[in-house]
């Protein structure tokens, strides 16, 4: 499996943006699909996954999104009302299974990464 991150770039407080990863295989509709992101001086931390539901990080509940076009084999990342925190290098991650983890170990397959830097 090869995932493919697209989306990244500058944007200013309260602005949005919209991730996409594309994915390779056969079976995506079976694959877990998760975003994590890694800012600047701290650890990747998970922010939204999507299997048969959705689940949030706290930090992003409310804002954030997360979808995917099984017909398109891609999962996207809707970020609205966005806050310089949220700056970050975001990733995308797929297991070859159902269900959401939340842990980098839960995943078996990773994207490149793509920037996200928001301005005050």
């Known amino acids: 499996v090869q995932l493919q991150a697209s989306g990244g770039g500058l944007v200013q407080a309260g602005g949005s943006l919209r991730l996409s990863c594309a994915a390779s295989?056969?079976?995506?509709?079976?694959?877990?699909m998760a975003w994590f992101r890694r800012a600047p001086g701290k650890e990747r931390d998970f922010v939204a996954g999507?299997?048969?539901?959705?689940y949030y990080s706290d930090s992003v509940k409310g804002r954030f999104t997360i979808s995917r076009d099984n017909a398109k084999n891609t999962v996207y990342l809707q970020m609205n009302s966005l806050k310089p925190e949220d700056t970050a290098v975001y990733y995308c991650?797929?297991?070859?299974?159902?269900?959401?983890?939340?842990?980098?170990?839960?995943?078996?397959?990773w994207g490149q990464g793509t920037l996200v830097t928001v301005s005050s």
């Open positions: 999507i299997s048969q539901v959705t």
């Open positions: 991650a797929a297991r070859v299974r159902l269900g959401i983890g939340r842990k980098l170990a839960d995943y078996d397959y």
């Open positions: 295989g056969r079976t995506f509709s079976d694959y877990g």
